[in-house]
């Protein structure tokens, strides 16, 4: 898209998205459809367009990675539960060759990861040249969850943001463009998700008991992402926020916002490494 906006949006998302010191998460309309002016259904068909162009990109920051490029994107989905993050992942995700996909969910940290630092694993897990990296949740659930449920003291999770930020920087000086993603739904809409996965034999396996307990707490939470986004909102590692009640617009916007950042990398084709002429006389005499 560009920094200049096409039809049907009237805004581009990484103006449209982009946290800022007016983002109060408190006052979000997660139903919203920020610079959009279409529906469902054309957000719908346009997903399909737009993941196509995607993975054009992607297919060539893949084939550059080959060759020793060292440049990576890295999506980091951070949300409530029933948010969408899984969902984010095979719609648009979906569309990319998963050859050049590097994707990690972070779940409770296990006993090994408990004894390390909370970047351990984070590090672990970042992408090589070439990857398109997808965390379903991160490193900032060691500011939220942490938090909220008091797993460390106030002044290790107090300590974290600063070194959230070292860190995020020292990984985006290295070639990795970061795209922080937080998505919110409201706690109604959370409450719809919740309850189909009390319906459905296909859903049952996404239920958790303890996200109903954790509802409780949606306060704290949203506090908790507020300073989250307050700050960690850097500008080599910036934070967008996608209203995810509507699930057609958070896929299509994320869609949009991939392929900005994609295209302010300027990847091409990389060039032969041989000569085609005399390539294409070897073969036709093999
Ligand atoms: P799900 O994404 O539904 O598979 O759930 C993963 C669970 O792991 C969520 O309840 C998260 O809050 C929890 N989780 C992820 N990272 C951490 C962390 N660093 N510390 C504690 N809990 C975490
Ligand atoms: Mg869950």
Same mark, same amino acid.
């Given at each position: 898209?560009?920094?200049?906006?096409?039809?049907?949006?009237?805004?581009?998302?990484?103006?449209?998205?982009?946290?800022?010191?007016?983002?109060?998460?408190?006052?979000?309309?997660?139903?919203? $459809?920020p610079g959009f002016e279409g529906d469902k259904a054309l957000a719908e068909r346009l997903l399909v367009e737009?993941?196509?162009?995607?993975?054009?990109?992607?297919?060539?920051?893949?084939?550059?990675?080959?060759?020793?490029?060292?440049?990576?994107?890295?999506?980091?989905?951070?949300?409530?539960?029933?948010?969408?993050?899984?969902?984010?992942?095979?719609?648009?995700?979906?569309?990319?060759?998963?050859?050049?996909?590097?994707?990690?969910?972070?779940?409770?940290?296990?006993?090994?990861?408990?004894?390390?630092?909370?970047?351990?694993?984070?590090?672990?897990?970042?992408?090589?040249?070439?990857?398109?990296?997808?965390?379903?949740?991160?490193?900032?659930?060691?500011?939220?969850?942490?938090?909220?449920?008091?797993?460390?003291?106030?002044?290790?999770?107090?300590?974290?943001?600063?070194?959230?930020?070292?860190?995020?920087?020292?990984?985006?000086?290295?070639?990795? $463009?970061?795209?922080?993603?937080?998505?919110f739904v409201s706690l109604d809409e959370q409450k719809k998700r919740l309850s189909e996965r009390l319906e459905?034999?296909?859903?049952?396996?996404?239920?958790?008991?303890?996200?109903?307990?954790?509802?409780?707490?949606?306060?704290?939470?949203?506090?908790?992402?507020?300073?989250?986004?307050?700050?960690?909102? $850097?500008?080599?590692?910036?934070?967008?926020?996608?209203?995810?009640?509507?699930?057609?617009?958070?896929?299509?916007?994320?869609?949009?916002?991939?392929?900005?950042?994609?295209?302010?990398?300027?990847?091409?084709?990389?060039?032969?490494?041989?000569?085609?002429?005399?390539?294409?006389?070897?073969?036709?005499?093999?």
């Amino acid at each position: 898209m560009g920094t200049k906006s096409e039809a049907p949006w009237h805004t581009p998302v990484v103006e449209s998205l982009r946290a800022g010191p007016g983002t109060r998460v408190s006052e979000l309309d997660t139903n919203g $459809t920020p610079g959009f002016e279409g529906d469902k259904a054309l957000a719908e068909r346009l997903l399909v367009e737009r993941g196509a162009a995607l993975s054009d990109l992607q297919g060539k920051l893949f084939a550059n990675g080959r060759i020793g490029d060292p440049r990576s994107v890295l999506l980091i989905l951070q949300g409530m539960d029933t948010a969408g993050k899984g969902g984010m992942v095979r719609h648009v995700i979906g569309h990319v060759d998963p050859q050049g996909v590097d994707h990690t969910a972070f779940g409770v940290p296990t006993a090994e990861e408990k004894r390390h630092h909370f970047l351990w694993r984070i590090v672990k897990a970042l992408p090589r040249g070439g990857q398109l990296g997808v965390f379903d949740r991160s490193h900032y659930e060691d500011v939220l969850v942490a938090r909220v449920r008091s797993l460390v003291p106030e002044n290790v999770w107090r300590r974290r943001y600063d070194e959230i930020n070292q860190f995020e920087s020292e990984i985006t000086a290295t070639g990795t $463009t970061l795209v922080k993603v937080a998505m919110f739904v409201s706690l109604d809409e959370q409450k719809k998700r919740l309850s189909e996965r009390l319906e459905r034999r296909d859903k049952y396996w996404k239920y958790d008991p303890s996200d109903v307990s954790e509802r409780a707490l949606w306060p704290q939470y949203q506090e908790a992402y507020q300073d989250m986004l307050d700050k960690t909102n $850097t500008e080599n590692a910036p934070w967008y926020v996608i209203p995810c009640d509507r699930k057609w617009y958070s896929r299509i916007a994320v869609t949009e916002l991939l392929i900005d950042v994609f295209e302010r990398l300027d990847l091409d084709w990389p060039d032969p490494t041989f000569d085609i002429e005399v390539e294409k006389r070897r073969l036709a005499k093999a």
